[in-house]
């Protein structure tokens, strides 16, 4: 009996099957041709043409699509901060019920962050003793960028463990993720490191800035696009859910 995924569930396990080359090919990189990664350090990224522009280009091309409104490429957890994506339900902003998203929201992101901080410790600390170098660094970003996808498609632990949410649709830290797939690269100081923190940063602000002054658009109890019976997404495999 064969299976038919989603349109979306299809595009996006293809990207994964993308970003396991990506990291299949950095480690290989890794093993056989080290120096390659001397590219990261400060502005030698303009010195020579390498496989590290090639990841950078489609690093810098994959968040920047994060600030166009493109519905059928991404999934609506991605854009609902978007006005275009929003579909007034039951309450008025200022709700009892936004009311208890806001405190819950607020919570769990922060705790969140405090666990993304304490990684970051950690990778940091290994940094300045030199067990990490930048090439690790960088394939770190790279595992990052895999699991990514791997917690979309199959299992979250923000979700099952801290966020508690239904699904990617109601993911108050969905466009975080290039800020924390490329945190690792923050103790590597270089124009690869700087430009693709700098964009994945400025995606975060505009995601930030939107549930500051439009909260209304992150919940399904005042978003109707969110709930499951109107989802065209079907990026969690399930092709009904309960509504």
């Known amino acids: 009996m064969s299976v038919s995924f989603p349109r979306l569930r299809r595009l996006y396990l293809l990207r994964y099957a993308l970003r396991l080359c990506v990291l299949a090919f950095t480690l290989v990189m890794y093993f056989v041709y080290p120096r390659s990664f001397e590219l990261l350090s400060g502005l030698d990224f303009f010195r020579s043409f390498s496989w590290l522009h090639v990841v950078w280009v489609i690093w810098a091309v994959d968040t920047v699509r994060k600030l166009i409104p493109q519905k059928g490429l991404l999934p609506l957890g991605s854009l609902k901060h978007f006005k275009n994506f929003y579909k007034p339900f039951k309450v008025r902003k200022g709700g009892e019920q936004l009311g208890r998203f806001l405190r ?104 930030e800035i939107s549930f500051v002054l439009h909260p209304e658009r992150f919940s399904e109890e005042t978003n109707a696009a969110l709930r499951c019976n109107n989802c065209t997404d079907l990026l969690c495999g399930r092709e009904y859910c309960e509504t």
């Open 104 to 207: 819950k929201s607020g919570v769990d992101s922060l705790k969140v962050l405090v666990v993304w901080m304490l990684m970051l410790v950690v990778v940091g600390i290994l940094w300045y003793v030199g067990f990490l170098e930048a090439k690790e660094l960088l394939l770190c970003s790279v595992v990052l960028y895999v699991l990514d996808l791997t917690c979309i498609l199959f299992w979250c632990p923000f979700r099952r463990l801290i966020l508690k949410n239904r699904c990617c649709q109601t993911c108050r830290i969905f466009n975080w993720d290039h800020l924390m797939v490329f945190s690792p690269l923050l103790f590597v100081p270089g124009f690869f490191s700087i430009s693709l923190i700098s964009l994945a940063f400025i995606v975060f602000l505009v995601w």
